[in-house]
């Protein structure tokens, strides 16, 4: 019986199409051998107990760049696969330049030349002893020159994994059977010689991570630098670690020399700026970590049929319950205004700890009454207008205290979101 397979999406079928209707490309079928019940395996089975295996060395390759160190657990590991996401021109490139600087580093571009990259290294002031460069797009060939080199090889980089191809796969760079045959022979290659890989993914106009999911499944870590290319800070995330936890971010700020490690827990904040209507400050934990963010909040009179809701740095669903939240138990009427939700400084905030935060100064700016100075907030609302404790609110407390904040409100001292009106209505 025959069998027909499209080269671009792998979609099957049991006659040749000219148009395929998983991904609506023409003239992609193409006749696969036919499938024989008594054909003999051609891998030999073999099984071992756990107890004749030895543990894992854990040794890990570090970078000396603690920010990056932190979030992918401390360091490489041997035969690790990483997955590199992030909006074009976030600085995926330029990140990893100065983290390999110091490992011997082969980096495979197939986006940028060999003079833009130098260009970007002398710009940067990187050391490039250890760096080498191929524009080789083909993985046979990649993986050949990676076995036949001298000396071996610290860190490998795909950039991206999207442009490079396996010459036994129909189908242009990019397709889903040539995105999962590369990844496939690249991993293979990985855990064979313990060389650690990096792949650097673009993501789609959504946001999700362009290509098959199975993508994803198949690395050992998928890292998102996330951030506004308006804004000068930087956020590393992991939202899949086999090898370490995914609790942890690294903050980072775009200069003129490249990309600078923060670690001052105000670095979002501008600490000289006077008191206004509509502004709060909320004390998060990102990983081990206290952080505090500026959140501000606009409510205006408007003329639609719909009010405007517009938020920027949290989840929109989650302005959504706390706008529910309020009109119950505050009794205020939201009905004719337009929200408007920002976060300083470009950056994303998912902890539930902002909650209170944002409630404070969303109420701050329907009554139009500035928040005290040197106020902070931190506490998860729910449903029924009750402030719950967050993890490691004491941590969060305590150093707010130590950077000079008089006064922290959390589930210690607030109960429910009706405390706020003592707080911030006269």
């Known amino acids: 019986m025959s069998f027909y397979i499209c080269s671009n999406c792998g979609y099957g079928a049991a ?18 051998p036919d499938i024989n019940e008594k054909d003999l ?11 004749k295996i030895k543990s894992f060395d854990k ?23 990483i997955l590199l996401t992030g909006e074009p021109g976030v600085g995926k490139s330029t990140l990893l330049l100065q983290i390999l600087q ?25 050391k490039e002893k250890n760096l080498f460069f191929t524009n080789t797009r083909e993985v046979e060939a990649i993986i050949n020159g990676i076995e036949q080199a001298e000396n071996k090889f610290d860190v490998l980089v795909i950039d991206s994994i999207q442009t490079v191809y396996s010459s036994s796969i129909e189908g242009v760079p990019g ?7 590369s990844a496939s022979r690249l991993i293979d290659l990985a855990k064979k010689v ?9 993501i789609t106009k959504e946001g999700e991570i362009a290509g098959p999911k199975t993508l994803e499944h198949m690395v050992d870590v998928v890292l998102s630098f996330e951030g506004e290319k308006i804004s000068h800070f930087r956020i590393l995330r992991a939202t899949k670690n086999r090898f370490g936890s995914t609790d942890e971010i690294g903050i980072f700020e775009m200069t003129n020399k490249g990309l600078a490690e923060v670690k001052n827990p105000l670095a979002f904040l501008d600490i000289t700026k006077e008191p206004a209507s509509g502004m709060a400050i909320v004390g998060t934990i990102e990983g081990k970590r206290p952080l505090f963010f500026e959140i501000q909040a606009l409510a205006s009179p408007t003329f639609l049929a719909f009010p405007r809701r517009i938020v920027k740095g949290v989840d929109y669903n989650k302005i959504l319950l706390l706008l529910a939240v309020i009109k119950k138990y505050l009794g205020l009427s939201l009905d004719q205004l337009d929200i408007y939700i920002n976060v300083v400084g470009g950056v994303n905030v998912k902890s539930p700890a902002a909650d ?18 040197k106020t902070v907030f931190t506490g998860e609302i729910g449903l029924l207008g009750e402030i719950r404790k967050v993890l490691f609110e004491e941590k969060i407390t305590s150093e707010a205290r130590r950077l000079g904040f008089q006064k922290i409100y959390s589930s210690k001292n607030i109960k429910t979101i009706r405390d706020l009106k003592k707080i911030i209505l006269p």
């Open 175 to 181: 397709s889903i059977n040539q995105l999962k045959e």
């Open 102 to 126: 110091s490992l011997k580093t082969l980096y495979v571009s197939g986006e940028e030349s060999a003079e833009q990259l130098k260009d970007r290294i002398d710009r940067l002031g990187l």
């Open 41 to 51: 395996p051609t891998e030999k089975f073999e099984m071992t107990s756990f107890t």
């Open 194 to 202: 313990n060389l650690p890989i990096i792949f650097i993914g673009h």
């Open 15 to 32: 006659s040749w199409i000219g148009r395929c209707p998983g991904c609506s490309q023409w003239n992609t079928f193409k006749r696969q």
């Open 59 to 81: 040794k890990r390759l570090v970078t000396n760049v603690f920010e990056f160190d932190r979030v992918i657990g401390g360091g490489f590991i041997p035969g690790e696969i």
């Open 356 to 373: 209170l935060g944002i409630i404070a100064a969303l109420v701050s700016s329907i009554k139009n009454i500035p928040i005290k100075n």
